[in-house]
């Protein structure tokens, strides 16, 4: 017998968490409103069942043959809502020589999630906004534990893939992304930023949950605008990772 918590679903050929072909466990619960959230049905607590970490474990090791050159990674909503529950699955994974990786805001103390950061491969840590301020707006949540969580990373060299939303009107501002871009690179565990483009997909969940989408004027970004965010990091050298692939040059 393993931990018990609640397991939101699962993707079993993941390609967007991590290194390689992964094993991606979206887990129940999330301090966080964040206003272009497309897993609001993760906000809740709890799930419809409880899930046992050493069955969830034994139903990843079923895929270790397609994913023994990428591995697992544990998300959400917030993941560290429950830290037991991902603690335990991460060190059974490790046990069995897989690579293990957390998708996480920080958004919880360190005396919740400094057991966690210790024993993941990888953290793929979200900051919504440098600003305390707008991030509050945007997520209803400030940022000092997610500072905190980088803070941290970088003291025990834990190796982290930052991201980070481009929302048009609030987060996708040269001047913000110069400041943002000068605060990652004290920081040597920082391995890349992936700078995502927001999307608006998740409103039909929004709809479903009779939730009331506040972002619904804001328009997705072009590729002329996530270019010149892009080289916004490039030119203090920092490595940058971005999906423009689905995205046209706008007309000038």
Not at 18 to 42: E, S
Not at 145 to 165: A, D, F, G, P, Q
Not at 178 to 204: K, N, T
Request: with cysteine.
């Amino acid at each position: 017998m393993g931990i018990e918590g609640y397991v939101h679903s699962v993707e079993s050929m993941g390609t967007l968490d991590g290194p390689g072909l992964r094993y991606v466990l979206f887990l129940q619960g999330c301090p966080l409103r964040c206003r272009y959230c497309h897993n609001p049905d993760t906000w809740k607590a709890k799930g419809r069942a409880l899930s046992d970490s050493q069955e969830v474990v034994d139903t990843i090791l079923s895929y270790k043959s397609f994913i023994r050159d990428g591995g697992v990674t544990i998300s959400g909503g917030e993941p560290l809502m429950q830290s037991e529950f991902s603690l335990d699955i991460i060190r059974r994974c490790r046990q069995e020589g897989l690579h293990t990786a957390l998708d996480t805001a920080g958004s919880v103390p360190l005396e919740t999630s400094r057991e966690v950061l210790d024993e993941v491969n990888l953290v793929l840590l979200d900051i919504k906004s440098l600003d305390d301020a707008q991030c509050r707006a945007l997520t209803g949540v400030g940022n000092t534990n997610t500072l905190k969580t980088l803070e941290y990373c970088e003291s025990i060299n834990r190796k982290i893939w930052l991201r980070h939303v481009l929302v048009p009107g609030w987060t996708l501002d040269s001047q913000r992304l110069e400041v943002l871009a000068d605060y990652l690179g004290q920081f040597s565990c920082i391995e890349q930023v992936e700078l995502l483009p927001y999307h608006s997909m998740g409103r039909s969940k929004w709809a479903k949950l009779n939730l009331v989408y506040t972002l619904s004027e804001v328009k997705e970004p072009g590729l002329t605008e996530l270019i010149e965010a892009k080289e916004i990091f490039l030119r203090k050298g920092i490595p940058v990772m971005m999906d423009t692939s689905h995205l046209v040059p706008q007309a000038v």
